[in-house]
């Protein structure tokens, strides 16, 4: 192509990251939903953080042959520290600071997020059910990943690519109980006929058996600066298993550069400085995030994990390469 005068495009070029909760999807009506991953390396001949790959050294051989007096340099590639273990000071479960982080919207029946006024993070659906009972709850028409919760104890969790129904047999004792169902938005299909149709939350109701359940509070979790800034954190003592829950931590520094932080759980979000890093998943690919050195700072610096199910260790830890998978 080059000797015949054609152009070459690359894609992509230069890798990304899809910080914060701007990482979009495909899919199809019909199809299975695919979530774009945080990191957006793509392989690329400069990668996420701005290596230079063998791929860009070989690119550049080959143009060289067809443009032999061009001017050519490579750049160097980032500096990259591993900062190392650290341990988590504080915590917070969600089900303990949701009433002071959110203001509770009352409706008949859940409304997906866009209803609210709220384009992106989690959603938290609470009512109370009367027993006794033991029943199927069917959560219809759920996006994209639902965390069910009978007095605060996990029971139940639904991915809208799980081939099972979204159904599980739950008992309800003469006192009642309060059902908690957290879901998070994992991005808007950008792309194909979807766009603009694909909605997030619970969208088509909850019912037990066949008989819709009435008398929901809502809770938006957009996740911002602004909403974590109200969590009343309380001294680490445990990790806590199967309940969502804020974790914080925080490390001095003196040297600031590029480092990347390993997945400290199974699925989350992580914050530094307020920045938002982006959401992570045990299932992969990769385990680490992307800590670009202006989002850190000397002196101390704030990094807050927002775990839905378990963390894996009692720390964070900065290493200083990137692990794709």
Known sequence: MLSAGGNVNFYMF???TNFGFYNGANGIPGDKYMPDTTSYDYD?????????TEKYLKLQSVIKKYRPDAPFGTPSSPR?????????????????????????????APECMEKLGQYYGFIHYRTRLHGPLTTVLNLWDVRDRALVY???????????????????EIEIPETGAQLD???????????????GKDFKGICS???LGYQFIPDWQMYSLPMDEKQLSKITFKPYERMLKRIPAFYRATIEINDVADTFIEFPGKKGVVWVNGHNLGRYWNIGPGNTLYVPAPFLKQGVNEIIVFETEELSKPYIKFVDKHNLG
């Open 205 to 207: 109701g909850v019912s």
């Open 44 to 52: 690329a001949p400069l990668s996420e953080t701005g290596n230079i």
């Open 150 to 168: 009978l007095d605060e104890k996990q029971i139940f969790t639904y991915y809208r690519n799980d081939e099972s129904n979204c159904s599980p």
């Open 80 to 108: 990259k520290i591993g900062y190392g273990k650290v341990d988590f000071t504080e915590c917070c479960s969600l089900f303990d600071c949701l009433p002071e982080i959110s203001t509770a919207v009352y409706g008949a």
């Open 181 to 195: 169902i957290l879901v998070e938005n994992m991005g808007h299909i950008n792309y194909g006929p979807a766009i």
């Open 14 to 16: 230069h890798g990304g």
